[in-house]
C-alpha cells in the first residue's frame, strides 16, 4: 500500500482537530477556527513547495571533519585509565587508605542514598582534577575583557583560598555577542535610572502586581521586531523553555526534538506528559521519516491521530554552532501539518543582517514559526526570555504558562536594559550604533573562524555563527589547553563529557562584536601556540601552519 493511501486510511479513522493554544477558555475555544487535519490534501504540490523553498534559500550544510580512528581509540583509552584509576581510589578510600574529601551521605546504611553513586564518583575522580578550570569567580563587567579573582589550591582542587589578586584577562567564553553587557553606555544607564522609579524588584508574578509599564512597552516593542503580533516577557531564559512548552502540548501529543536540543527544551518537553522522539541533528530527511511514521501509526497505545504533532529545534546551537536548516523544517511542518517551535536563544541579535535571528538569515516569514522563543542574556546584555507569535497563544500563554502566572516578574533594571538595547539595535536611538555592532560581529566571527581553520584546526559549526567550537578530543589536552590560556591572558570556555559526547571534548569560543581586531589577533597567536604545545592540530584538510594577521599577509602578498 502506498504512503498516499495509508495517509488516507488513518485520515478515515477520525477526524481530528488541532489547537495551538491549549487552555483556552470555552467560549475562545467555539470562537476559535479549529484546523482539520487533512494531511492528504496537497501531498503531491507539497513536494514541490519543498524542492522550490530549498531553491529559494541558501542552506549551508555543515560538515564536520571526521575523527580519526586514531583519537577515538586513544580518547576512550584516556577515560579508560582515568576510570580504572578511579576505582582504585574508591577502594582505598572504602578500606581507609585514602582520606574521602568528597561529599558524604552522612544518614544511616538503612537510607536510600541521597547522591546518585556513578555522578559522585564521576565527580570525586574526574571533575576534582580539572575543577580549577571551571567555576571561576569574576568581579568585573562580562566584556571583551574581564577580571578574575585569583585563588590556588593545595589539595589538588578539593578546596581554594583565594590570594586577594586580581587576573585581567581576555574574555572568549561569555555570550556578549553584540558587546551590550557594559557599565558606561546608554542601555546600563537607562537600567540604573529605573531603579529609582521601580526599585529591583516586583515582588508579584506578571498575572498579579508585578505587570510594569516597561514589560508592556518591551513586548510591543518586541512583537514589532520580530514582525509578529504579540510576545511576552519572562524573568528567566531557562524558565521560558521549561514553562511554556508544558503550557502548548499535553499528553497524546507528539514532540519531535533534535537530538542537540538544549536542555530547557528537553526538560519542558518531559514537563509536558506528550511522547517526545529525537531526530538526528538538523537531519531533514530523518525528520520527515518520523514525522511519515507517526502520522501513518498514531499513538502507540491508542493507534488514534496525535492531538498536535510539534517540531522542536533552535536557531544556532550553543555547543555546535550550527544553524537549523529552517526552509526546510517549514516546508515539512507545512507538508505534514505540524507545529514549529525556535528556539532563538543564540541567534536573536547575532545572526542576520538587522539582527533578527535565522528567520530573517535565511528570509523566512517569521508568521511561519508557529512559536519563537528567544533570551535576552545573550545578545542583549540582560536577563529572561521571551515567547512571540499570534495574539491568541500569547493570551493562552498568559493563563496556562507557569513562568508568567506564578514566578516573580522580570525585574525593571533589566527589563530597561532590555528594551534600550533593541531600541539601539533597531535604530530608534536615531543612531547606527546597532547595525554598526551586527556588521562588527559578523566581521569579528569570519575572521576568526577563517583563521582557526587555516591554522589545522578542527572547527565545527555555521561560518556565520558566532559559536566556534574547536575539537580537542582528549580530557588532558581540554584541561591543559584551558590553563596555558589562562597563562597567556585569555580566558576560555572547555567542555567535554558529560556535557559533549565521549569523542567531542572541545573549546568553544563565543565570538562579540567588542573585540578589536589587535585583540582577535592575540587570541589567534596564543590559540596556535597553545595548539602546537599540545598537539590540538588534527586537521587532515588544512595542514597546520603558523598564525599570520591580515597585515603580515598582506605585506607578503606585496
Not at 528594551?419 to 536611538?429: A, Q, V, Y
Request: net charge positive.
Amino acid at each position: 500500500m502506498t504512503f498516499d493511501k495509508l495517509l488516507v486510511n488513518n485520515e478515515n479513522q477520525s477526524t481530528e482537530f488541532i489547537k495551538l493554544s491549549s487552555g483556552l477558555s470555552n467560549s475562545e475555544k467555539q470562537s476559535n477556527s479549529l484546523h482539520k487535519r487533512n494531511h492528504s490534501r496537497n501531498l503531491s504540490t507539497s513536494s514541490l513547495k519543498l524542492k522550490n523553498t530549498v531553491k529559494k534559500r541558501c542552506i549551508q550544510q555543515e560538515k564536520y571533519e571526521e575523527t580519526s580512528k586514531l583519537q577515538v581509540f586513544f580518547t576512550h583509552l584516556c577515560y579508560t585509565i582515568l576510570e580504572i584509576f578511579g576505582h582504585i581510589r574508591e577502594f582505598m578510600r572504602k578500606w581507609g587508605l585514602e582520606k574521602r574529601k568528597g561529599a558524604v551521605d552522612n544518614n544511616t546504611e538503612d537510607f536510600a542514598p541521597l547522591f546518585n553513586s556513578y555522578e559522585s564518583f564521576h565527580t570525586r575522580n574526574v571533575y576534582v582534577r580539572n575543577r580549577d578550570c571551571f567555576n571561576r569567580p569574576v568581579c568585573s563587567v562580562p566584556g571583551a575583557e574581564i577580571e578574575l579573582v585569583e585563588r590556588k589550591s593545595d589539595d589538588y582542587n578539593w578546596t581554594f583560598y583565594y590570594t586577594g589578586e586580581k587576573i585581567k584577562v581576555l574574555n572568549m567564553g561569555s555570550y556578549n555577542y553584540l558587546g551590550f553587557a557594559e557599565n558606561n553606555g546608554p542601555s546600563s544607564k537607562s537600567a540604573m535610572k529605573s531603579i529609582e522609579d521601580f526599585g529591583v524588584s516586583s515582588c508579584s508574578s506578571r498575572q498579579e502586581l508585578g505587570t510594569l509599564k516597561c514589560h508592556l512597552e518591551l513586548e510591543e516593542l518586541l512583537a514589532k521586531f520580530l514582525g509578529v503580533e504579540a510576545a511576552l516577557v519572562t524573568g528567566m531564559g531557562f524558565a521560558t523553555n521549561a514553562l511554556s512548552i508544558p503550557a502548548i502540548i499535553e499528553k497524546d501529543c507528539l514532540i519531535l526534538s533534535d537530538e542537540l536540543n538544549h536542555v530547557s527544551l528537553i526538560l519542558g518537553s518531559r514537563l509536558s506528559g506528550a511522547t517526545i522522539r529525537v531526530f538526528k541533528h538538523n537531519n531533514v530527511q530523518d525528520l520527515e521519516s518520523k514525522l511519515k511514521k507517526a502520522i501513518i501509526e498514531g499513538h502507540p497505545v491508542t493507534r488514534r491521530p496525535w492531538r498536535k504533532i510539534l517540531i522542536v529545534v533552535e536557531g544556532v546551537y550553543s555547543m555546535e554552532g550550527t544553524i537549523t536548516p529552517l526552509p526546510e523544517i517549514i516546508a515539512l511542518k507545512k507538508k505534514y501539518k505540524a507545529y514549529l517551535y525556535l528556539d532563538e536563544a543564540h541567534s536573536i541579535g547575532a545572526v542576520g543582517p538587522t539582527g533578527r535571528g535565522v528567520v530573517e538569515h535565511y528570509g523566512c516569514d517569521p508568521k511561519d514559526v508557529d512559536v519563537l522563543m528567544g533570551t535576552f542574556s545573550k545578545s542583549f546584555g540582560a536577563a529572561g526570555g521571551y515567547v512571540a507569535g499570534s495574539q491568541k497563544l500569547i493570551d493562552s500563554l498568559k493563563n496556562t504558562s507557569h513562568s508568567h502566572c506564578y514566578a516573580s516578574s522580570m525585574s525593571a533594571p533589566v527589563c530597561m536594559q532590555t528594551k534600550k538595547t533593541l531600541e539601539i539595535i533597531m535604530g530608534l536611538d536615531g543612531t547606527k550604533e546597532g547595525q554598526r555592532r551586527i556588521e562588527q560581529l559578523a566581521e569579528n566571527t569570519r575572521y576568526f573562524r577563517d583563521k582557526l581553520k587555516k591554522m589545522g584546526f578542527i572547527v565545527y559549526g555555521n561560518s556565520t555563527s558566532p559559536v566556534v567550537p574547536t575539537l580537542c578530543f582528549l580530557p588532558s589536552k581540554v584541561v591543559a589547553f584551558n590553563r596555558l590560556m589562562l597563562e597567556k591572558g585569555i580566558a576560555v570556555v572547555t567542555v567535554g563529557y558529560p556535557a559533549t559526547s565521549l569523542v567531542g571534548s572541545r573549546v568553544r569560543f563565543c565570538i562579540s562584536a567588542a573585540y578589536t581586531r589587535e585583540m582577535i589577533d592575540k587570541v589567534l597567536q596564543a590559540v596556535c601556540e597553545c595548539g602546537d604545545q599540545i598537539g590540538l592540530k588534527f586537521s587532515r584538510k588544512n595542514p597546520a601552519i603558523k598564525f599570520k594577521t591580515q597585515k603580515e599577509t598582506e605585506n607578503k602578498r606585496f
